[in-house]
Nanobody, 123 residues
Framework: QVQLVESGGGLVQAGGSLRLSCAAS????????MGWFRQAPGKERMFVAG????????TYADSVKGRFTISRDNAENTVYLLMNSLKPEDTAVYYC????????????????WGQGTQVTVSS
């Protein structure tokens, strides 16, 4: 089993930056591609960013391209999401997830999910 725990969320002003972390349990972290999703109140959970097992390839939702950066440190069993130039519409609960696929952008492809961390961007 894989357990994921997100951290780093909080309150930030528009234009600011925030770095989220997702710590994974187990020795097989490097066998999973990872992703970040977010869900705002009353809205569906949406894909934000994904990264392959080695970290060699990344993919992003159009809404965050050029602003967010996903990365991973397999030695530390951790995946990160660096969020720059934050906007109020980025406000949501952010979830970390793991998939056995090479990389994926749909939530159905991810078998493991964290509890989420709240990100609030004020105007």
């Amino acid at each position: 089993q894989v357990q994921l725990v997100e951290s780093g969320g909080g309150l930030v002003q528009a234009g600011g930056s925030l770095r989220l972390s997702c710590a994974a349990s187990g020795r097989t972290f490097s066998n999973y591609a990872m992703g970040w999703f977010r869900q705002a109140p009353g809205k569906e959970r949406m894909f934000v960013a994904g990264i392959t097992r080695s970290g060699s390839t990344t993919t992003y939702a159009d809404s965050v391209k050029g602003r967010f950066t996903i990365s991973r440190d397999n030695a530390e069993n951790t995946v990160y999401l660096l969020m720059n130039s934050l906007k109020p519409e980025d406000t949501a609960v952010y979830y970390c997830a793991a998939t056995s696929r090479l990389i994926a952008t749909i939530n159905a492809a991810y078998g493991y999910w964290g509890q989420g961390t709240q990100v609030t961007v004020s105007s």
